[in-house]
C-alpha cells in the first residue's frame, strides 16, 4: 500500500545509487549538468529523504508528479518532498538550478518557518512571475558559495536556502490567501478521482492530502464543509459501496471480496462493513440490510 514500488528507484540523487555524495547538507548543480547525461530526461524516481527544489529559470520541462503531468514553459519553482514520484523531460534550452536538501537541513528549515513550514513537506510548483531576477540572484549566490571553500561557507549557505524558503513559504501564504472559492470544489474533485484509483490502496489521509498538495487538515475541512463528511467518511463510503456491489451482484465470497478490496484478512472486513452498516457482509448478502 504505502510501500515503494520495486520498479520504483529510490536513489540519493538520480543517477546515483552511492552514497550521498557530498559532506554538506545541501547539493547544488544546474538542471543541464544532469539532465544532459541522460538524454535531457529525468525517468521517474523517488528519493528516500531528500527535499528537491527545482528552479527552472529558462526553457520548458514537462514536470510527472506521481503520474500527472504538468508542462512549464515559464520560471518556476518545483518543489518535491521525500518519497515523491517524479520525472521531468527538458527542452535542450533549459537552464537552471536544482537543490537537494538533507533532511537536517529541511528540518530546521521547518522549525524555522512556522505556520508555514508545510510548504517544504508538499509537492508543490510556484510559478516566479515578476521576481525572476530576484530569483536568479538568490540561486546563482547559492551555487557560487557551493562551489566555494571560504570561510563560514555553511553559515552562508544556509542562509540563503533559508532566504528561499522563506519566499516559498510566502507564496504558499499568497496562494491560499487568493484561493478562489470553486478551488475548493476543484481540491474535491481531484481527491474524488485518487480516491476512486486507490480506494483498494488503503492510502492514508496524509498521503492523499500530499498528492493534493494541501495539508490534511485543509483536505478535511474542504471535505467537511462541501461535502458534508470528513474525508476518512468519503474514503470508507467508497470502499463500502464496492463491498455492496459486490456482494449483490458477484458470486464472490466474502473472503474473495475481502481481498479484492485491499484488506489484510476477512475478519477486518467483517467488522469494517458491520460497523458502517449494522449487519454482517453475510446478512446484507441475503436481505438483512436496513
Not at 500527472?68 to 518556476?76: H, M
Request: net charge positive.
Amino acid at each position: 500500500m504505502n510501500t515503494p514500488s520495486p520498479a520504483v528507484p529510490v536513489f540519493k540523487l538520480y543517477g546515483e545509487n552511492l552514497g550521498w555524495p557530498t559532506p554538506d547538507l545541501l547539493h547544488c548543480e544546474s538542471i543541464p549538468e544532469r539532465s544532459r547525461l541522460h538524454g535531457w530526461e529525468i525517468k521517474p524516481h523517488r528519493h528516500a529523504d531528500l527535499t528537491q527544489l527545482l528552479y527552472l529559470r529558462r526553457g520548458e520541462a514537462l514536470i510527472d508528479l506521481e503520474g500527472v503531468q504538468t508542462r512549464v514553459a515559464q520560471p518556476a519553482i518545483q518543489v518535491t518532498p521525500p518519497m515523491c514520484i517524479h520525472g521531468f523531460q527538458f527542452g535542450e534550452q533549459v537552464d537552471g538550478y536544482v537543490l537537494s536538501l538533507a533532511p537536517p537541513l529541511v528540518a530546521h528549515l521547518q522549525a524555522q518557518l512556522g505556520a508555514q513550514h508545510a510548504v517544504l513537506g508538499q509537492a508543490g510548483l510556484y510559478p516566479v512571475g515578476t521576481e525572476r531576477r530576484y530569483l536568479d540572484t538568490l540561486f546563482k549566490a547559492i551555487d557560487r558559495e557551493y562551489a566555494t571553500h571560504a570561510p563560514a561557507r555553511d553559515l552562508l549557505l544556509q542562509s540563503l536556502v533559508g532566504v528561499l524558503a522563506v519566499w516559498l513559504g510566502r507564496q504558499a501564504l499568497v496562494r491560499h490567501a487568493e484561493e478562489r472559492p470553486e478551488r475548493g470544489r476543484d481540491y474535491l474533485t481531484a481527491f474524488s478521482r485518487l480516491l476512486e484509483q486507490h480506494y483498494r490502496d488503503h492510502l492514508g489521509l496524509d498521503e492523499y492530502a500530499r498528492r493534493l498538495g494541501i495539508s490534511t487538515a485543509h483536505l478535511n475541512g474542504l471535505c467537511r464543509r462541501l461535502a458534508g463528511q470528513t474525508a476518512l467518511s468519503l474514503v470508507h463510503q467508497r470502499l463500502l459501496l464496492e463491498a455492496k456491489r459486490n456482494l449483490v451482484y458477484t458470486a464472490m465470497s466474502v473472503n474473495q471480496i475481502s481481498d479484492s478490496l485491499g484488506f489484510s484478512e476477512p475478519a477486518y472486513f467483517t467488522r469494517f462493513f458491520k460497523r458502517l452498516t449494522g449487519v454482517s457482509p453475510k446478512a446484507f448478502r441475503q436481505g438483512g440490510s436496513a
